[in-house]
């Protein structure tokens, strides 16, 4: 009888030793993983700044579904849209700092120079284009498709920045 109440021990201690060491191969496992995902490069988007500090991102050509079935009657129907070229869009909206650097006056409702430009005239935002054009050395800068306030300027061969 002593011989099998040690063997049930021996087996019992062995059965423990065992799950410990599965859960440390599942830790070690697990943990593995999670830092070659981590470590993994990753692709990042290119930043670009102009000589006033204005950060544009570079975008590539490709899809993307736009659109909803169950949102507001502007955003129907789901769409795919086909960007043909890639661009650099404006990181960051133009601050009210930036603006004044540009055309020497602070825009309407002056807050910071931290605070993004608002109240601004499609007319204003011409005249900011066209002196930030000056100072930009041959980039040329516009309105964002559509004639939303916004930059684009060229990327590559005729590729656009729009912001």
């Known amino acids: 009888m002593e011989i099998l109440e040690r063997l049930a021990r021996v087996r019992r201690k062995l059965l423990i030793a065992v799950g410990v ?3 440390i191969l599942a830790v070690f496992v697990v943990s593995t993983g999670v830092f070659l995902w981590a470590s993994a490069p990753r692709e990042s988007a290119q930043i670009v700044k102009n000589r006033i500090g204005m950060e544009f991102v570079s975008l590539s050509a490709g899809s993307f579904m736009m659109g909803s ?5 502007d955003e129907k129907p789901v769409h795919q849209v086909n960007i043909s070229k890639g661009f650099l869009m404006g990181r960051y ?4 700092g930036q603006w004044k650097t ?3 006056r602070d825009p309407v409702n002056f807050k910071s120079n931290d605070f993004p430009a608002h109240f601004v005239t499609w007319n204003e935002t011409q005249q900011f284009l066209a002196r930030l054009n000056q100072m930009n050395a041959g ?4 309105l964002a498709d559509g004639g939303r306030v916004g930059i684009c300027m060229p990327r590559g061969n005729h590729h656009r920045v729009c912001r």
């Open 69 to 73: 079935e169950n949102g507001q009657a």
């Open 21 to 23: 060491l599965l859960v």
């Open 93 to 96: 909206e133009v601050t009210q």
């Open 139 to 142: 980039v040329l800068l516009s």
């Open 102 to 104: 540009v055309l020497g």
